[in-house]
């Protein structure tokens, strides 16, 4: 059974269709890459799924239990966590308090445990800053010695990690990635690659990254899914999407795209 | 890019004319008036000649100031040329000044401005004729421009302890009606009088001089000598350091606890009045500073609690339930997390100025309420709830100021404490979270509704407390006490003090609700000192008067940003800045 399953997925703005009747899957351990123009329902797509828009029709089932109609924080404790294509990270807060946010939805502590801090908060509160540190030390150095600085003072490509490193604390099993590689030069682009195939392999993720750098996604992904007007058309490997003629269609033809 | 030059000679006229126009202002507004009978130093100076001279100082101070031209470096000392534009700035104030004599001498500006009398120009212009008077306002104000660049000529420490000890000398001996009693009942007790440091409601000549060079020495050897205490605390071990703070600690509390031995009952009470506020300001600071929701119509909560207490407590009320505080504490509060989350769900979905608006309605709308024909049977309307039982704790009654002082700084204490452990707890990081952006918040497992709530809830709790002070302290509750002006009070005392810090909660307390008591003077002129402080502090300490840590490094970052801004449009080096879409 696939992690993720979607089908006949449907949204409406007004008269648009942003997704029309999308199918799509993505199994335990894969690395599915979204493609397509822009304004192709890409975004819209990874909204829906984290609840952040309610779908008009179709069916979202993650690990067997439907995500229709779930509010974004509980999409969150189900497993799935996501970046955002425009970096938002919690700019007055330090390095490791944003990685210690993403634990929030895996820990109980309330407003009584705050005030009192008994033997239970105290150990919770220890394994929160356990497991965010945990989550920075992926990135070797370059999170983990700037843990108490503000998150705002990092560098372009640092904050794009720790908002990799947010996603993960939260103990997910999906991670959706929107749009990693954007601003990024060569060089940080191929450490990006690497690294979403550590996430895979070390940490068993089943990673969906919506991306335009086509070598990027095709390092890195087992699965391409190309979506045009809201519509999914092709699905496969990154050979077989490359060479599909809708694909290559959307991209090159009537319409003026960016050159991948 | 043109660069332009700074002009030293336009800005000394500016700020002349800013300091001038202030001047006019403090006399217009009859403030100068006022001032001219509080003595700031015995039979040398009064708080209104002090209005001109502190006005003259500020403007050289502002010029003396070393400039560079963005990119370089600035220096740290000025040159001596800018004593000389210090000098002009303080010519153009004195001579702006003179120019008010001059047209209040000569138009009838008194149908306008009330508080010009002739009275006030003949002693603003010193007994003397308005030629001479131009003379001295003119060399006067040139001689305190001057006076207030020339500390810029000075290294930075000793430049700096000449301020604070002007300052400090001011400061204490506006203090007078607080710290002299004080003085008098301590120095009491080993046989020591004030009168060589106050002398007739301000600084004795001698005093003034002590505490101008005490003040200035020891900010200058604490400068020399206190990086070097500072790092070997910092050296030393944690458990070590443990013990230190929780020493200091308990010193602070012990000192507030023996306090009210030391002071008049009429202090007493102005400082539970600054101890109420604290409560409310750290309340709304949870909401506010911790949750990011501006919330302006706190009052609510204030005047919840004080009705509540009222009802239960009251012995005059057709109700008579007359209830023992045991119970009634508690149901106060419960009735107040109530209304919190009642006020709180229907404005869940708004942000920002809008939530303000609405909040600003409901802060409203809860004193029209009690005020209503149609609550009267309840609330009394404007005739309120009178003869509220003070409470009976060991033996006592708690309604005389000192007792009541006792209790509202255990309250503040309890308070204190509750607000530090929430913001370093998983609760207060999903607050944290939210304040910042509310959507990722959500989509990192906050739940936005919940957490929106327990904000409210618990902001309400704490502001409801302060209410049941409130209540037990007049004995009685009327409508009109719970004006907006008390929630927009407590929002400015919480900015003065910086947002989200609690020991700037306090010290916004004493200075916006604490100072203005105890300076009669002051007292009708406090909204305009309120207005001109805020002014000032945002402009030039924007993160408060006791910023937080987290606070003060924001506002570092954003303004380094800036720079480097400015540097990539100088087109000088710099890499080209990344681009971000959305």
């Known amino acids: 059974m696939s992690l993720l399953e979607v089908k006949g997925l449907t949204k409406r703005f007004g008269g648009l269709t942003a997704v029309d009747s999308v199918d799509f899957h993505v199994d335990q351990g894969e690395i599915v890459g979204v493609i397509g123009p822009n304004g192709a329902g890409k975004t819209t797509l990874f909204n829906i799924v984290t609840g952040f828009y309610d779908p008009d029709e179709g069916e979202m089932r993650f690990d067997g239990k439907s995500l229709v109609g779930l509010k974004p924080n509980q999409v969150t404790n189900m497993g799935i966590a996501r970046t955002f294509q425009a970096i938002r990270l919690f700019p007055a807060m330090t390095v490791l308090e944003n990685a210690m946010v993403g634990q929030h939805c895996r820990t109980r502590a309330g407003l009584i445990g705050a005030i009192f801090r008994g033997p239970r908060t105290r150990a919770e509160e220890r394994k929160i800053e356990e497991r965010a540190r945990d989550a920075l030390g992926f990135f070797g150095n370059r999170l983990l010695p700037r843990a108490d600085e503000l998150s705002s003072s990092l560098s372009y490509a640092d904050r794009r990690r720790l908002e990799i490193a947010r996603a993960m604390a939260t103990e997910a099993k999906l991670l959706l990635l929107d749009e990693p590689a954007a601003g990024m030069n060569p060089q940080e682009k191929e450490g990006l690659v690497r690294l979403i195939g550590r996430l895979r392999d070390e940490r068993n993720y089943a990673i969906v990254l919506i991306e335009h750098d086509m070598p990027v996604v095709k390092n890195v992904s087992d699965r391409v899914v190309a979506l045009d007007y809201g519509k999914k058309i092709a699905d496969g490997t990154y050979a077989e999407v490359a060479s599909n003629e809708r694909v290559i269609e959307a991209y090159l033809g009537a319409r003026h795209e960016e050159s991948a | ?582």
């Open chain 2, 1 to 582: 890019m043109d660069r332009k030059s700074i002009s030293l000679p336009r800005l000394a006229v500016k700020f002349g004319l800013i300091a001038g126009f202030a001047i006019i202002y403090c006399a217009a507004v009859g403030m100068t008036s006022r001032f001219f009978s509080r003595t700031v130093i015995n039979e040398v100076l009064n708080l209104g000649d002090f209005l001109f001279i502190a006005f003259c100082l500020i403007a050289g101070y502002a010029l003396g100031k070393p400039r560079a031209l963005p990119g370089d470096a600035v220096p740290d000392r000025a040159q001596p040329t800018a004593v000389a534009y210090g000098a002009m700035a303080g010519a153009v104030a004195g001579l702006t000044a003179w120019l008010f004599l001059f047209i209040a001498s000569n138009v009838e500006l008194r149908s306008v401005l009330i508080s010009v009398t002739t009275s006030l120009v003949e002693r603003m212009s010193y007994g003397g004729s308005l030629g001479s008077a131009l003379l001295f306002y003119v060399v006067g104000g040139a001689f305190l421009g001057a006076l207030g660049a020339a500390p810029w000529l000075l290294e930075q420490r000793k430049r700096t302890a000449l301020v604070v000890a002007f300052a400090m000398t001011v400061v204490i001996s506006l203090s007078e009606p607080l710290l002299r009693p004080i003085l008098t009942t301590v120095l009491l007790k080993v046989r020591l009088t004030t009168s060589w440091l106050y002398f007739g409601g301000g600084l004795s000549r001698v005093g003034a001089i002590i505490v101008f060079l005490a003040s200035g020495l020891i900010y200058y050897f604490w400068k020399t000598r206190g990086e070097e205490v500072q790092s070997r605390f910092g050296d030393m071990p944690d458990q070590q350091r443990q013990i230190i703070k929780i020493g200091a600690l308990v010193l602070l509390v012990a000192f507030l606890l023996y306090l009210p031995a030391i002071l008049t009952s009429f202090l007493a009470e102005v400082l539970g009045t600054v101890g109420l506020y604290v409560i409310l300001g750290l309340g709304l600071n949870i909401v506010i500073g911790y949750a990011g929701l501006l919330d302006l119509g706190y009052v609510a909560f204030l005047a919840v609690g004080s009705y509540s207490t009222a009802l239960m407590l009251s012995t005059r009320h057709p109700w008579g339930l007359e209830w023992s505080y045991l119970l009634a504490v508690p149901i106060t509060i419960l009735i107040a997390i109530v209304i919190g989350i009642m006020i709180g769900a229907p404005v869940l979905r708004l942000r920002g100025d809008y939530l303000a608006i609405v909040t600003l309605g409901f802060g409203e709308i809860a004193r029209i309420v009690v005020l209503s024909d149609w609550a009267r049977p309840i609330f009394g309307g404007a005739q309120g709830i009178l003869g509220i039982r003070a409470p009976e704790l060991l033996g006592t009654t708690l309604r005389e100021p000192e007792k009541l002082y006792y209790a509202i700084v255990i309250c503040v204490l309890i308070v204190a404490f509750i607000s530090v452990r929430l913001s370093k707890s998983r609760v207060g990081r999903a607050w944290n979270a939210m304040r910042e952006d509310e959507q990722v918040a959500e989509a990192m497992g906050i739940s936005i509704i919940g957490y929106k709530l327990l904000a409210f809830a618990t902001g309400a709790a704490i502001g409801s407390i302060s209410g049941i002070f409130f209540a037990i302290k007049l004995g009685s509750v009327f409508a009109s006490s719970f004006n907006i002006i008390v929630s927009i009070n407590v929002l400015a005392l919480i900015i003065l003090g910086g947002m989200g810090s609690i020991p700037g909660v306090i010290a916004g307390a004493f200075v916006l609700v604490g100072l203005p008591d105890l300076l009669r003077e002051f007292a009708d002129f406090r909204l305009l000192i309120y207005g001109a402080i805020l002014v000032a502090l945002m402009l030039f300490k924007p993160e408060g008067l006791i910023p937080s840590r987290r606070r003060k490094l924001e506002l570092e970052a954003a303004s380094e940003e800036e720079d480097t801004q400015y540097d990539k449009r100088a087109g000088e080096g710099g890499t080209e800045p990344v681009v971000t879409t959305t």
